[in-house]
């Protein structure tokens, strides 16, 4: 009934610092600011451990393979658009010398070299770039073979809100600016907190579906969807214990009946015609949020933009609550 990672989802998910903050040194930063002594304590006792005071950079992957940079890598591929956008919000677009097919924003990626996608990265031509690293997802099957090219890979995901905080963090250390991870999460905070301020007291409570893929797989409360979600104060009708982004029975979402769905705009508009989604309640009702393809790939990008998600639900929950 359930698998742990919808397809097109891990494609999609395998989606700034003050000026001139990051070229600072964690020490100077920290230097005259009494109140702050023990964060900053804290932040070069780790940058130590990873060997930043040394003028090297040692980061673990999420495989829990060591990396050593002797300096931050200045020639980037990433074959995961969220990571190609937290690149980009980190200061260090100008780094990224190719893209998967699907990294889309900011515009400026557009125009760089597209090598494919988890199944199939053109692996001679992320070598003709000659990049320092290249981001991947672990779903994706060129890592084996690029490492044995010699090629650095950093194999990150992102399925909550804390693992998409710890891949921030993880890249801007690697990029050689750790200070402005955290003033990027906490823009992300503020606006899903703004976000969730604005959803009408009506809705709170309200069951939601989101669909990420027509199969159909879903974002379970144990996603980053679900926790942004939650964060928002409506509820998911499919639990944490199903995973992160389970596919499921279509007999189950009749089931549950969901007060909300949410979906993109061109798959929400044929749920009419699957078999028994007819007997939907929200569908008879209109109490659905369809959005555009940009839009939507917003949403399903766990990365710096999910303050900015959290913002467009919220749009869409206000605009539901003055239905009549």
Request: proline residues 8%; charged residues 20%.
């Amino acid at each position: 009934m359930t698998r742990t990672m919808n397809p097109p989802m891990a494609r999609w998910m395998s989606s700034a610092a003050a000026p001139g903050w990051g070229r600072l040194t964690p020490a100077i930063q920290c230097v005259g600011v009494a109140w702050r002594t023990l964060m900053c304590a804290a932040l070069l006792a780790a940058l130590h451990a990873s060997g930043w005071a040394s003028g090297s950079i040692m980061l673990r992957d999420l495989r829990g393979q060591a990396q050593t940079f002797a300096a931050p890598p200045q020639r980037i591929v990433s074959l995961v658009p969220a990571l190609t956008e937290s690149v980009c919000a980190l200061d260090a677009c100008g780094r990224l010398v190719g893209t998967d097919r699907y990294s889309s924003w900011p515009a400026s990626v557009l125009a760089l070299p597209k090598l494919g996608g988890l199944d199939d990265a053109q692996i001679e031509r992320i070598v003709a770039l000659r990049p320092d690293v290249v981001l991947a997802a672990p779903a994706a099957r060129v890592i084996d073979r690029l490492e044995s090219l010699g090629i650095r890979v950093l194999v990150l995901e992102s399925k909550t809100h804390a693992d998409v905080q710890r891949s921030l963090q993880v890249l801007a250390t690697m990029l050689g600016t750790p200070a402005a991870a955290a003033p990027l999460w906490a823009a992300i905070e503020r606006d899903v907190d703004r976000a969730a301020a604005r959803v009408p007291p009506a809705l709170r409570g309200q069951r939601v579906y989101f669909e990420v893929d027509t199969t159909p797989y879903a974002a379970g409360e144990g996603s980053f969807i679900g926790e942004t979600l939650s964060r928002l104060g409506v509820a998911n009708v499919v639990p944490a214990a199903l995973g992160p982004f389970p596919k499921l029975n279509p007999e189950f979402i009749v089931r549950a009946q969901p007060d909300i769905v949410m979906a993109a705009s061109a798959p929400l508009a044929e749920m009419h015609g699957r078999p028994g989604w007819d007997q939907l309640r929200a569908l008879r009702a209109v109490r659905t949020c369809g959005f555009a393809p940009s839009r939507y790939d917003l949403l399903v990008r766990p990365g710096p933009r999910m303050g900015e998600a959290a913002l467009q639900i919220a749009d869409c929950l206000v605009a539901m609550g003055r239905q009549p």
